[in-house]
């Protein structure tokens, strides 16, 4: 039996001091930006770049504001409504958060799975143990902060640390590629090309699938929400999208120096040859530092948020949500350390993520607009209008997602 109408949900901590307030409030941002910030993260930031040059700039900008407009409608009316996103849907059109529940749980185990194998292989290019021991020891790490009592502040201060650990590095990166930031400015603002399906493809990637909702259901169940919250979920909102945004301006410009000597990218391994030929062999150690903290946030974000949403389906799990945290993370390692990455659960997986965005914002906004789920609050008409342009954009990327990808099941 679903728990849509139930009103209040347990929190992680009860009564939260004033003083941890703005701890969990930056640390449900970071959740959400190191989340985005996974090895796919890196690999299409890489690319993008080579094939853009400084023109990637303005993708990069336009995705910012498009992402900011999503985030900030979601996170909104969670907090209004006091209710995590699928309970929003399913009030909206009945079976709709079931839908998206099932997208998202799916999508989440997928990713996870390349999320594992990405600690794994940042854990060999650190110590040159076999990536499959190295996801396993990841797997065992994040097992252990969600068996923490206090699970919540641990997951803020991992995401806290290790996402300014990455930033830190990469820029550091950037400074050793010597980039040219002048002619980035320029074209960030006068691109020479305007690529539309690659701002797209970035907005998915940043708030797509899960990640969007990562923050926003961590400070609904940290008991951070309601009208009188609103400026510090929109803050917390913001913020989550700057952390991914600093993130990926600072690659871009890394790989930017890098390609603008001529230099040509290896192809089974994009950010690592730029890392290497930046900084030499402890740039190539950086990036396993990097690849792995963006491994384990990101499992830490696909876990707890994929769970969020399946504590819709049953009392059941809902009460033993840390346990259903942890096997999740169990069946990831354990399927890609026997198996690998399963090309069928990846390309299902693809088509439902390319789904869950333009859905889930098409319901945010709905719901924004119903007095039965917001009560009186007043939804800002340049969030719906903003909120309005990402939902027809993402849902053409949908389907082409959907026809590019479901016919290679049968292939």
Do not use: C
Request: no cysteine; charged share 10%.
């Amino acid at each position: 039996m679903g728990l849509e109408n139930k009103k209040v949900y347990p929190t992680l901590e009860e009564n939260i001091p004033t003083k941890s307030k703005w701890s969990v409030i930056l640390g449900a941002a970071f959740l959400m930006g190191s989340s985005a910030i996974g090895p796919g993260f890196l690999t299409q930031t890489a690319v993008f770049t080579e094939q853009l040059l400084a023109s990637f700039g303005f993708v990069i900008l336009m995705s910012i504001i498009l992402d900011i407009g999503v985030q900030a409608n979601i996170w909104r009316i969670i907090a209004v409504s006091k209710k995590r996103g699928q309970d929003i849907a399913n009030m909206v059109l009945p079976g709709l958060g079931y839908f998206l529940a099932f997208a998202v749980a799916l999508g989440g185990l997928a990713f996870n799975i390349g999320n594992v194998g990405g600690a794994g292989l940042g854990m060999n290019v650190l110590f040159g143990i076999d990536p499959r021991l190295g996801a396993v020891i990841t797997g065992v790490i994040t097992i252990g902060i969600f068996l923490s009592k206090e699970a919540g502040i641990a997951m803020d201060k991992i995401a806290r640390y290790l996402g300014g650990m990455m930033i830190l590095l990469t820029l550091y990166v950037a400074f050793q590629s010597n980039p040219p930031v002048g002619d980035a400015v320029i074209h960030t603002f006068a691109p020479e090309t305007i690529d539309v399906f690659a701002i797209i493809t970035l907005v998915g990637g940043t708030v797509g699938g899960y990640i969007t909702f990562a923050g926003g259901h961590r400070l609904l169940d940290a008991g951070i929400s309601g009208k009188e919250n609103l400026h510090q979920v929109t803050k917390s909102s913001v913020t989550g999208i700057l952390i991914a945004s600093v993130m990926r301006i600072f690659l871009f410009l890394a790989v930017l120096g890098v390609v603008a000597t001529g230099f040509t990218l290896d192809p089974a391994n994009p950010p690592a040859s730029v890392f290497q030929e930046a900084a030499g062999a402890v740039g190539y150690k950086m990036f396993g530092l990097v690849l792995w903290a963006a491994g384990i946030t990101s499992v830490i974000g696909a876990a707890y948020t994929s769970v969020s949403f399946l504590r819709t389906l049953s009392e059941k799990v809902d009460r033993n949500h840390s346990k259903v945290t942890i096997g999740f993370i169990v069946v990831s390692t354990i399927i890609f350390t026997f198996i690998g990455k399963p090309v069928v659960l990846l390309i299902l997986a693809g088509a439902f993520n390319g789904l869950i965005l333009p859905l889930a914002l098409g319901a945010m906004l709905v719901a924004a607009h119903k007095k039965s789920i917001v009560g009186d609050y007043k939804h800002p008409v340049w969030l719906t209008i903003f909120g309005g342009l990402v939902f027809a954009a993402t849902a053409y990327l949908a389907v082409v997602t959907l026809m590019n990808q479901i016919p290679q099941l049968f292939s």
